[in-house]
């Protein structure tokens, strides 16, 4: 069983910074990309950031120069610095990882449970 873990959510003033956490433990071969997602009540869920196993990385325009993704192989872990935060960050950010498991052939997307993230003064 598979199983991906966000942390590091909260309530942050306009300006500030957060670290986001994602850790996905269980029974895992082999991790492709992994990402962060948001979402906003009422409304889709969006892109955020990407990488790669290799360390290539792809943002949304909206978070190009003040977010910063990376990942720990070692540790199956991704990490979303967010700086300089702006109310219209406030959502629910998701995190995904494109894996495969021993017994699978294929890879498949996990996704965690989200943490949410508050931006307000």
């Known amino acids: 069983q598979v199983q991906l873990v966000e942390s590091g959510g909260g309530l942050v003033q306009p300006g500030g910074s957060l670290r986001l956490s994602c850790a996905a433990s269980g029974s895992i071969f082999s991790i492709n990309f992994m990402g962060w997602y948001r979402q906003v009540p009422g409304k889709q869920r969006d892109f955020v950031a990407t990488?790669?196993?290799?360390?290539?990385?792809n943002y949304a325009d909206s978070v190009k120069g003040r977010f910063t993704i990376s990942r720990d192989n070692a540790k199956n872990t991704v990490y979303l610095q967010m700086n300089s935060l702006k109310p219209e960050d406030t959502a629910v950010y998701y995190c995904n990882a494109f894996l495969r498991a021993p017994t699978h052939l294929n890879f498949r997307l996990y996704w965690g449970q989200g943490t949410q993230v508050t931006v307000s003064s």
């Open positions: 990488i790669t196993s290799g360390g290539s990385t």
